[in-house]
């Protein structure tokens, strides 16, 4: 099993600010995932990277952008962040092997934009 | 296209009833997975199991089993002698032999009374 951390666990903010939200893996997964889950539970997949300096937009548009620089880091980050970005924000990780495709999810992070 | 469809939004039972989730998924491919993850109160989502579309053996671990029926498109899930501990929002998941992408569907919200 994976660990994955996410930073801050929650965080209010208000409109128009910068925010960058953290994701770190301990596990050497080269996949890595965020996904938005809004208040009716539903999750969307809206980043994902398949190695460093790999990033792809997933199904969801989001105006978030991420990086990956390293293969254990994942931040998201919302230039402006704005009222509907109000959301819980997972990150997820995997490896290729045996288990392939298994995701393994961090605590999440909920963020609230006033 | 993928989906996987949880029909069952809520459900309400007392403790030591057996429960069973529903899971329906649809794809076009031979070969997929298939996933439950639990997400309790606190946010996090809990891998639970994981099955390939050419393994239909039904699996039981504890107090949880699973019984996939490929000529169904069925995936469910049983709790037995449910716990106010297995209170919390169980997702299924589908994602296409090859790819990374997870397709969720909604969730089905378990409220364990003791």
């Known amino acids: 099993e994976a660990d994955i951390y996410q930073t801050p666990r929650y965080l209010v903010i208000g409109t128009g600010k910068k925010i960058t939200l953290e994701c770190s893996q301990t596990?050497?997964?080269?996949?890595m995932y965020w996904y938005q889950q809004d208040p009716g539970m539903e999750l969307h997949l809206i980043h994902y990277s398949y190695g460093v300096n790999s990033t792809e937009k997933g199904d969801l548009s989001s105006e978030s952008t991420v990086s990956r620089i390293r293969t254990e880091h994942f931040p998201l980050t919302l230039e402006s962040a704005r009222p509907s970005h109000t959301s819980q924000y997972l990150c997820?990780?995997?490896?290729?092997?045996?288990?392939?495709?298994?995701?393994?999810f961090g605590p999440g992070t909920r963020l609230t934009v006033l | 296209a993928q989906k996987v469809t949880q029909a069952q939004t809520e459900i309400s039972v007392v403790e030591k009833e057996d429960v069973t989730l529903d899971c329906v998924y649809e794809?076009?491919?031979?070969?997929?997975?298939l996933f439950w993850y639990k997400q309790p109160p606190s946010g996090e989502l809990v891998f639970l199991i994981r099955r390939n579309s050419f393994d239909e053996q039904n699996e039981i671990s504890g107090r949880y089993s699973w019984n996939f029926q490929k000529s169904t498109s069925s995936f469910n899930f049983t709790i037995t002698a449910s716990q106010v501990v297995d209170s919390a929002v169980y997702f299924c998941a589908l994602s296409q032999g090859g790819s990374e992408k997870l397709v969720f569907g909604k969730g089905t919200k378990l409220t364990v009374n003791p």
């Open positions: 794809t076009r491919d031979t070969t997929y997975y």
């Open positions: 596990m050497g997964h080269d996949k």
């Open positions: 997820a990780s995997s490896e290729f092997g045996t288990v392939k495709d298994t995701q393994y």
